[in-house]
């Protein structure tokens, strides 16, 4: 079965530059979040959705940043204008209510902010 | 409010070699407790869960046991190897909270290198 899938894996990027990071969740969850790791804060919880719902952003760290969740099978994360403190993994996972809170995650995207 | 406080790493340790890694958490309700593992370069892992008090999760040789007079949930293994070097995270999800179910609250992990 697939898992959860991210794209890019990698990206560089200047100051100031758009930054959209893509995620599939697993087909047929109905829990997307959205996670940034970085070596100083470790893993954050940005932002989650239930059913295509944004139910928290309180994770989100500006109004540079935003999510959104147009259909059950397809999220993006926007990042806009980036700055190089936005460097991190950010990290898509996706859940189903039924299966007792697993999550799953994806890869992860790598992003640099020159 | 929910949180995961787990031992500061990281543990190095010789292959065979026994490991504990502390993992102790605060809840309002009765949560699920998990351990994810992070291998370099990749996403995290579900490695083992424990949905009540006194459950045991086991898998690939770890075993955890939900303990709930302790609030705690200690990752161990009897004998590592080298190709357990990676990053292990103590995460739980406290249902009570209604709408965040499934939402996890994670420790700062630990990572963890075994030498040949």
């Known amino acids: 079965d697939a898992g959860v899938i991210q794209s890019p894996r990698h990206e560089v990027t200047e100051m100031g530059q758009e930054v959209t990071l893509r995620c599939k969740p697993i087909s047929g969850h109905d829990y997307l979040f959205w996670y940034r790791q970085t070596m100083m804060r470790g893993l954050e919880l940005l932002i989650y959705f239930n059913n295509n719902v944004p139910i928290d952003d309180s994770g989100m760290p500006e109004d540079r940043f935003s999510a959104k969740m147009p259909n059950a099978s397809f999220s993006t994360l926007k990042i806009q204008p980036s700055e190089p403190r936005d460097s991190a993994v950010y990290f898509c996972a996706s859940s189903l209510r039924e299966t007792g809170n697993t999550i799953y995650f994806g890869e992860g995207s790598w992003l640099t902010v020159v | ?113 075994v030498w040949p």
Not at chain 2, 23 to 42: D, H, M
Not at chain 2, 45 to 60: E, F, I, V, Y
Request: net charge negative.
């Open chain 2, 1 to 113: 409010g929910d949180s995961v406080t787990q031992m500061e790493g990281p543990v190095t340790l010789s292959e065979e070699a026994f490991l504990t890694i502390n993992c102790t958490y605060t809840a309002t309700g009765y949560p699920s407790l998990f351990w994810y593992v992070q291998y370099p370069g990749e996403g995290l892992q579900l490695l083992l869960k424990a949905t009540k008090a006194d459950d045991k999760g086991s898998n690939k040789g770890f075993e955890a046991t939900y303990r709930k007079e302790t609030t705690s949930f200690h990752l161990e293994k009897g004998s590592v190897q080298v190709s357990d070097s990676a990053v292990y995270f103590c995460a739980l999800s406290d249902p009570f909270r209604g709408s965040t179910l499934g939402r996890l609250y994670f420790g700062r992990g630990t990572q963890l290198t």
